[in-house]
């Protein structure tokens, strides 16, 4: 992949502005600064390496060179998606995971922010948002996607079991087909954000559905439940040993299946 395929690629798609770096910190930094500055909906950067890649809390996000997809979208938000926000983060995930369908894979949502094959992690998600006067001004949809073996982390750094396309797959797609596929689906899903149709798809996507599971939220605080399912918002809803519901909110949280 280059600026060139890239560019080719996505013409369909129509996108507001496409910036690609061969190498960069992070795509999100370049992202937020664009949006600053006036990039218009629908923006993409993009980057055959990032050197500072970003998870949650400053967690690192592992891009080595031409073997992923590192790539931030910048999305002005449109009046019916306002009252959704909290819906951004399953807006990516729903839409890589369609792109992961599409290639005949069935990908699980672990939530809120990861994607799994086969139980490991391929992509990761991060949302941050450029606020105005206290109105989102543009929300920053960042998405790093595992493609080659070579993007792996080394096994000692990961919190949770990693995994590529090219593992699931036997090959290694595309990247700029990839790429597509999710932002065609992401351009789909984003006019239904605001139906119940989006949660329920969001939440039939759920990794651990069903099973207990254990949530860590940070350092100390600890729920073990039925993971049930989700609220409109997007919070997770828990089933704990009282048979009580309990909504984990997005924040420090990490899920897993119970040991
Ligand atoms: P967890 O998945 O442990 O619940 P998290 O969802 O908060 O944590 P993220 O912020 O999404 O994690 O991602 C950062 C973490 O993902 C890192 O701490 C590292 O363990 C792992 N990681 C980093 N790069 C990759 C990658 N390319 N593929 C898979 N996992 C990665």
Do not use: Y
């Not at 400053?58 to 031409?66: A, I, L, Q």
């Not at 449109?78 to 399953?90: F, N, Q």
């Not at 989006?198 to 996507?205: C, D, P, T």
């Not at 759920?206 to 049930?228: H, K, M, N, P």
Request: proline share 5%; with cysteine; hydrophobic share 40%.
């Amino acid at each position: 992949m280059n600026q060139s395929t890239l560019k080719k690629q996505l013409a369909k798609l129509n996108p507001g502005g496409l910036r690609w770096f061969d190498s960069v910190g992070s795509t999100n930094d370049e992202a937020l600064a664009w949006a600053t500055e006036g990039a218009k909906d629908f923006s993409l950067v993009v980057a055959d390496e990032q050197t500072h890649g970003r998870g949650r809390l400053d967690r690192k996000w592992f891009t080595p060179k031409g073997s992923a997809i590192a790539m931030s979208l910048i999305l002005r938000p449109s009046a019916p998606m306002r009252p959704h926000l909290s819906r951004t983060v399953g807006l990516a995930a729903l839409s890589i995971s369609d792109a992961c369908l599409t290639l005949g894979l069935s990908p699980k949502i672990k939530w809120p922010n990861d994607i799994l094959l086969g139980g490991k992690k391929v992509a990761g998600i991060l949302v941050e948002t450029v606020w105005s006067g206290g109105e989102a001004d543009s929300l920053i949809i960042g998405m790093g996607i595992n493609t080659s073996r070579e993007s792996l982390p080394p096994v000692e750094s990961l919190r949770f079991p990693a995994t590529s396309l090219e593992d699931e797959l036997g090959h290694a797609p595309k990247r700029e087909e990839f790429i597509f596929l999710t932002l065609e689906a992401l351009a789909k899903w984003r006019n239904q954000m605001d139906g119940d149709g989006f949660i329920e798809a969001w939440q039939e996507r759920l990794a651990f559905r069903g099973e207990v599971v254990q949530i860590r939220a940070g350092d100390d605080e600890r729920i073990s439940g039925i993971l049930d399912g989700l609220d409109s918002d997007g919070s997770l809803r828990v089933r704990d040993e009282h048979d009580k519901i309990v909504s984990v909110r997005f924040g420090d949280v990490s899920l897993r299946p119970s040991a």
